[in-house]
């Protein structure tokens, strides 16, 4: 059985470039959750997907998109890059209901 | 929106000690988890506890649903319990299952 595994590990990138973010699920886990993660700060709900569709989303803008594949990895593209946008990024998956939730180990974006 | 609170923000131990963290939500939630967040960002799942009581090992949580709060216990604590600890709750089928989370517990245990 496989962890989520999130890529790249760091990113540097520039205010107002795009960045694309990958996540693998779980096996078995058909549900992937992204979250930012701002430094002294929980993690706040991005969106989720489900069966490749959109199954909920937090309070971020449009800018924030994402998608699912077949195989239920996961991308989260950014576009027009702000500093505020330095975090971390959390994929995590999980089953039905909402149990088994596992987190990848995360991304960390600085936008310089 | 639910908030979820907790306590204390920050707790120093001594190796061998025990604790409680607490956690409250303003509204009822039912998948309600505790994550152990290590200094390189993972966040590991300790416990999926919407109600009752569960335990692993030196660590335990209870979930009281009714009155919205929930309690993890680590008993003879470790330096490799420091970290930040997190609980977080949400409600299948608004926003799927979305979790809010509370601001964390910075736990620092020393030798």
């Known amino acids: 059985e496989t962890g989520v595994t999130q890529s790249p590990t760091h990113l540097i990138k520039t205010r107002g470039q795009q960045v694309t973010l990958r996540c693998s699920s779980q096996?078995?886990?058909?549900?992937v959750s992204w979250y930012q993660q701002a430094l002294g700060q929980g993690p706040q709900f991005i969106f989720q997907y489900y069966r490749e569709e959109e199954n909920g989303r937090g309070n971020f803008p449009p800018r924030f998109s994402g998608l699912q594949f077949p195989n239920y990895s996961s991308e989260l593209n950014v576009n027009a890059l702000e500093l505020d946008d330095s975090a971390l990024y959390l994929c995590?998956?999980?089953?039905?209901?909402?149990?088994?939730?596992?987190f990848g180990s995360g991304t960390r974006l600085t936008v310089v | 929106g639910i908030q979820v609170e907790q306590s204390p923000p920050d707790l120093i131990l001594q190796e061998g000690a025990n604790s409680t963290l607490r956690c409250n939500f303003s509204?009822?939630?039912?998948?309600l988890q505790w994550f152990h967040q290590n200094p390189w960002g993972q966040l590991i799942n300790l416990f999926y506890?919407?109600?009752g009581t569960k335990q692993n090992g030196r660590l335990s949580a209870t979930t009281v649903a009714t009155e919205r709060y929930s309690l993890l216990y680590i008993s003879s604590s470790q330096t490799t319990d420091s970290g930040v600890y997190f609980c977080?709750?949400?409600?299948?089928?608004?926003?799927?299952?979305?979790?809010?989370f509370g601001k964390g517990t910075t736990l620092s245990v020393s030798s």
């Open positions: 977080a709750g949400g409600r299948p089928n608004q926003a799927g299952t979305a979790l809010i």
């Open positions: 096996s078995g886990h058909n549900t």
């Open positions: 506890i919407p109600s």
């Open positions: 509204d009822s939630v039912n998948n």
């Open positions: 995590a998956s999980s089953g039905v209901g909402g149990n088994g939730y596992t």
